[in-house]
C-alpha cells in the first residue's frame, strides 16, 4: 500500500536542489506526483506531493529532514484526495492596495468556497505604471452554491476589480 508525503521546502536558491530532492525521493522507490516550486528574495521555495510504499514513508522522511542547508517540513497523508470538489478558476485583477489579500480571501471563504491554489503578482499598469494586483487560482464550492454567488462576493470588493470565474 501506498502512502503520500506532502512537503514544504525552503532554501538558499542554488543550483541542485530539485535534484538533490527527486534524487532523494527516488532513493525510497518514491513517485514525484505534483509540485509548485518558485525563486522568491533569493531563496527556493516548494510545496511538493510524493507517493511511496507506506513502508518506505519513515525513511523518507528521516531522509528529507536530513538534508543539510534545508528547512523541510513534512506531513504523511493515507487518504486519498477527495476528487468529487466541484472546481473554479478565479481571475481577478485591480488596483492594488494593502489588504487585498486579506479581503479577496476573506470574500472567497465567506461563501464558504475553498482556495485551493492562489498566486498573486503586481504588475505594471499599462499606459499609467502604477501597480496592479493580479490574482489568480482555484476555488472548490460548496455544495448548492452556484459560481455566481462567487463572482458577486468578489466583485463587491470594489469597483477596480475585474473578475473572471470559469469552470
Known amino acids: 500500500m501506498n502512502t503520500c508525503v ?9 543550483t541542485g536542489i530539485v535534484q ?13 506526483l505534483e509540485s509548485r516550486m518558485a525563486r522568491m528574495a533569493g531563496h527556493f521555495a516548494g510545496i511538493l506531493r510524493v507517493e511511496c510504499p507506506e513502508a518506505n514513508a519513515a525513511a523518507l522522511i528521516a531522509a528529507l529532514e536530513a538534508l ?3 528547512s523541510i ?6 487518504s486519498d484526495p477527495d476528487e468529487t470538489r466541484h472546481l473554479l478558476k478565479l481571475d481577478v485583477v485591480g488596483n492594488d492596495r ?5 479581503a479577496l480571501s476573506g470574500a472567497i ?26 490574482a489568480k487560482g482555484i ?16 466583485e463587491d470588493l470594489g469597483p477596480d476589480l475585474a473578475v473572471t470565474v470559469e469552470e
Open 6 to 14: 506532502v512537503m514544504t521546502v525552503l532554501a538558499p536558491d542554488r
Open 20 to 32: 538533490t530532492l527527486s534524487q532523494t525521493v527516488a532513493d525510497h522507490s518514491g513517485n514525484w
Open 68 to 70: 543539510e542547508g534545508m
Open 73 to 78: 517540513q513534512t506531513r504523511q497523508e493515507d
Open 98 to 102: 494593502p489588504g487585498i489579500v486579506r
Open 109 to 134: 471563504a465567506a461563501t464558504g468556497a475553498n482556495l485551493e491554489e492562489l498566486q498573486t503578482t503586481l504588475e505594471s499598469a499599462p499606459m499609467a505604471g502604477h501597480p496592479i494586483f493580479h
Open 139 to 154: 476555488a472548490s464550492l460548496p455544495e448548492g452554491l452556484a459560481p455566481g454567488a462567487l463572482t458577486e462576493a468578489i
